[in-house]
């Protein structure tokens, strides 16, 4: 059974780095057929999709227009993580921020998620 | 933000079936990609309940289906129980944003 869990601040200045990890186990993060994700809910702008690293043969990244600019996802093969870096924050990118799984044989629905973690932008 | 519309809010009775529907446009549901939807319980992270349009995952009641037409999917749930007050969501991928968009989300209320 695959479980994430999400390590991270809960406070971040403005103008500063967001970082958030989610570890991964009961899969391998290297996987042909799964995709790791970030998403974001906040009251003014709902759920919201902002990324996604998946493998195959090499690594690959998809970001949301919306962050394109400011988001990293990185993949951490040896720890069988992958991270969040989201630049430049303002009050505007504070939300609960989840990291969730995609497999193909759900055809990449988000079949796995995080606990959750909520992040405050404020001075 | 959100692509796809939802109707804020259901309800229905015990025992009744109630729907919610997710409107999107040619560049997501009308292009061909898959639907999925979720419930979200008070507090914590939103669950797969519908992927690819109409299936279920392992210990989803079939009491819930999906369904896709056009540029619109829909949710049902048959037999309502009280513990499936909770928000939906629908989520499907449009390529004029090249990326993942979710509904505005529904609440679902058992009276």
């Known amino acids: 059974q695959v479980q994430l869990r999400q390590s991270g601040p809960g406070l971040v200045k403005p103008s500063q780095t967001l970082s958030l990890t989610c570890a991964i186990s009961?899969?391998?993060?290297?996987?042909?057929?799964?995709?790791w994700n970030w998403i974001r809910q906040s009251p003014s702008r709902g759920l919201e999709w902002l990324g996604r690293t998946y493998y195959s043969s090499k690594w690959y990244n998809d970001y949301a227009v919306s962050v394109r600019g400011r988001i990293t996802i990185n993949p951490d093969t040896p720890k069988s993580q992958f991270s969040l870096q989201l630049s430049s924050v303002t009050p505007e990118d504070t939300a609960v921020y989840y990291c969730?799984?995609?497999?193909?044989?759900?055809?990449?629905?988000?079949?796995?998620w995080g606990q959750g973690t909520t992040v405050t932008v404020s001075s | 933000q959100s692509v796809l519309t939802q109707p804020p809010s259901v309800s229905g009775a015990p025992g009744q079936r109630v729907t919610i529907s997710c409107t999107g446009s040619g560049s997501n549901i009308g292009a061909g990609f898959d639907v999925h939807w979720y419930q979200q319980l008070p507090g914590t992270a939103p669950k797969l309940l519908i992927y690819a349009n109409d299936n279920r995952p392992s210990g989803v009641p079939d009491r819930f289906s999906g369904s896709k037409s056009g540029t619109s999917a829909s949710l049902a749930i048959t037999g309502l129980q009280a513990e499936d007050e909770a928000d939906y969501y629908c989520q499907s991928y449009d390529n004029s944003l090249s990326g993942y968009v979710f509904g505005t989300g529904t609440k679902v209320t058992v009276l």
């Open positions: 969730a799984g995609a497999a193909m044989e759900d055809f990449y629905g988000l079949g796995v």
């Open positions: 009961g899969d391998s993060i290297s996987s042909n057929s799964a995709a």
